[in-house]
């Protein structure tokens, strides 16, 4: 018996059951369910999901749209009567996975793990399902198909891509990461996962060797400078198929529409139908049997509300549908292809757009950083089999991390002993093609001097005024003066270079300044800092600000 049940899997005969959207005969044959919505309904999924990419992406489109899934009833038969149940997870994921949607015939893909069996339960122990090349049985071009056999096996290599595993690079989930599940590292080889700081900035980093070994971290760095240049390989690449690629994006939301509208037509036409039915069936009722006839006009009457409910709602998600592109809007989109930049870097543009534009164009991004230096080697390997590679900088935490350092302090060096100002130096710098270790931009007077002080090219003038120089009478070291008078030094720094006092630096460049506040004239800066600022004082404050004249 069991051999005869395998010769008629062999032959692809053996049928228990069919899913959604197929019917089985009497006669043992397979068709595609002859209800038109049915069949609309899975070709819609097939379609949303090249769209969404995701299960769960069909999902929210099918509960968000009020669609049903068509489910026929197996109590009396495999033709039961057509049932349309509530979209769910499971539901959908098993209609991408099935291959009689393909046209194929499977036998023995789940076999029975005698090891995993629990006694009591003769269906316990099965796989989850095996790949086609692995069943017991399999035939191609068994089934009307709803999808061609290419189409099939690309949706399960994106089913498969969406798992979240160390060899798949994941669905495309929430993060601003823009490489997110497709960079891999340059020294082991694992996939390199996000890591964001408390401010929101993703860094990538190589962790599978320590948290599988307990090995040290592989490596990491941050993210901005990689996904700068990567960002713009893209763009260009972008460029040349830019307005195609608008105008396809144009025609699948209008294919999109189509198939929406075309959904609720049939099913408002399903519900006028099973209306002029029973409006039939209560007009064919004789008027003394009242007992029949108040049930039949109870029944035309909920049916006519119902096709009430669908207009209505139909007439809602045409409102929200966006409306058919005319020559006007194509000739906008033809204009903002042109400007693909601009789409890219544009608030509407959500970071999972640019993440899926990029999973399109790239396979992997292997990235190798320069453990004792700044820079990082990106090597971009494009879906089309290209190979691009580039060096980039990335932040690191001082100058002396930096590769070019030596000749950064040279150049420093020189720069001083010119008597170069700070301003001129940070200009001089960033056109030389130097910059930070870390994000700055570029360098500033307040970097020079820094650096020009941890170098020792120009020694600190000492605040002691037996090192420093000696003071005159009245003369008090700025920041002394600061505390006498409880202010900071930044506001006596702010006075003195708006002439409110008497001030002189010790030393030359970089020295200590030094306060004339002999006399009176602490008690004027006194009475400066204590007057309130408003309007009835202006008078009074114009006057404190004048310093008095130094004897």
Same mark, same amino acid.
């Given at each position: ?50 769209r969404q990419g995701t299960v769960h992406g069909i999902l929210r489109h099918l509960i968000a749209h009020g669609i049903r899934l068509p489910v026929r009833s197996t109590a009396g038969g495999s033709g039961g009567p057509l049932q349309w149940r509530p979209p ?26 005698? &090891? ?17 090349? $692995?069943?017991?049985? @399999?035939?191609?071009?068994? @089934? ?21 595993? !160390?060899?798949?690079?994941? =669905? ?25 700081? %408390? ?50 994006? +144009? +025609? ?22 099973? !209306? ?9 009722? $004789? ?26 709602? @139909? ?11 005319? $020559? ?13 930049? !601009? ?34 080697a990106i090597r971009v390997e494009w879906s089309g089999g290209a190979v691009q590679q580039q060096t980039v900088h990335r932040p690191v935490q001082g100058y002396r991390q930096q590769r070019d350092w030596p000749q950064l302090s040279a150049r420093l060096i ?48 000492? %605040?002691?005024?037996?090192? =420093? ?5 009245? $003369? ?7 505390? #006498? ?16 006092? #008497? ?22 800066? &006194? ?14 404050? +114009? ?7 130094? !004897?």
């Amino acid at each position: 018996m069991h051999q005869g049940k395998l010769n008629k899997a062999r032959r692809g005969e053996l049928i228990v059951s069919v899913p959604v959207g197929y019917l089985k005969h009497p006669s043992g044959q397979v068709t595609l369910d002859p209800d038109e919505q049915a069949q609309g309904v899975v070709r819609l999924i097939f379609d949303e999901f090249d769209r969404q990419g995701t299960v769960h992406g069909i999902l929210r489109h099918l509960i968000a749209h009020g669609i049903r899934l068509p489910v026929r009833s197996t109590a009396g038969g495999s033709g039961g009567p057509l049932q349309w149940r509530p979209p769910g997870r499971e539901t959908i994921r098993q209609i991408l996975r099935h291959p009689i949607y393909a046209g194929a015939y499977r036998y023995g893909h789940r076999p029975t793990d005698p &090891r995993r069996q629990t006694a009591g339960h003769p269906k316990s122990g099965r796989n989850s399902g095996l790949a086609a090349d $692995e069943c017991l049985v @399999f035939l191609r071009d068994r @089934f009307p198909a709803y999808i061609s056999w290419e189409r099939f096996e690309a949706n399960q290599l994106r089913l498969a891509a969406n798992r979240s595993r !160390a060899g798949s690079p994941g =669905a495309i989930r929430n993060g601003t990461a823009l490489l997110a599940g497709v960079v891999r590292c340059g020294r082991c080889g694992k996939r390199m996962y996000v890591r964001y700081t %408390r401010t929101g900035r993703p860094s990538y980093v190589c962790s599978t060797l320590r948290s599988d070994y307990g090995l040290p971290l592989c490596q990491s760095t941050p993210a901005a400078d990689i996904e700068t240049w990567v960002a713009e390989q893209v763009l260009s690449a972008l460029q040349p198929a830019a307005l195609d690629a608008s105008l396809t994006a +144009a +025609a699948a939301v209008e294919e999109q529409r189509r198939q929406l509208v075309r959904h609720w037509e049939q099913r408002i036409e399903r519900a006028r139908y099973e !209306a002029d039915r029973a409006g039939r069936q209560y007009h064919a009722c $004789e008027p003394e049997n009242r007992l029949v006839a108040r049930t039949l006009e109870q029944r035309w009457d909920e049916l006519l509300r119902e096709v009430a409910r669908l207009e209505a709602e @139909f007439d809602r998600v045409r409102r929200t549908q966006p409306r058919v592109l005319g $020559e006007a809007d194509r000739d906008r989109v033809r204009q903002l292809a042109e400007h693909v930049p !601009a789409v890219w870097r544009a608030s509407t543009t959500t970071p999972a757009d640019r993440r899926q534009i990029v999973r399109l164009l790239i396979d992997t991004v292997v990235v190798t950083v320069d453990p004792t230096g700044d820079r990082a080697a990106i090597r971009v390997e494009w879906s089309g089999g290209a190979v691009q590679q580039q060096t980039v900088h990335r932040p690191v935490q001082g100058y002396r991390q930096q590769r070019d350092w030596p000749q950064l302090s040279a150049r420093l060096i020189a720069l001083h002993e010119q008597n170069r100002t700070p301003a001129e130096i940070a200009t001089i710098l960033q056109e030389a093609g130097f910059r930070p270790p870390k994000r700055a931009t570029g360098f500033t007077a307040g970097m020079v001097r820094r650096l020009v002080d941890d170098l020792g090219v120009r020694p600190r003038v000492s %605040r002691v005024p037996d090192e =420093a120089g000696p003071l005159t009478e009245g $003369e008090w070291w700025l920041h002394e003066l600061a505390r #006498h008078l409880g202010v900071s030094p930044y506001t006596l720094h702010g006075w003195r270079t708006k002439g409110w006092l #008497h001030a002189r630096q010790v030393g030359g460049r970089g020295g200590p300044w030094a306060v004339w506040a002999g006399g009176t004239e602490v008690d004027r800066l &006194r009475a400066l800092k204590e007057c309130p600022r408003v309007w009835a004082n202006r008078d009074r404050l +114009a006057a404190l600000r004048v310093p008095t004249v130094r !004897a």
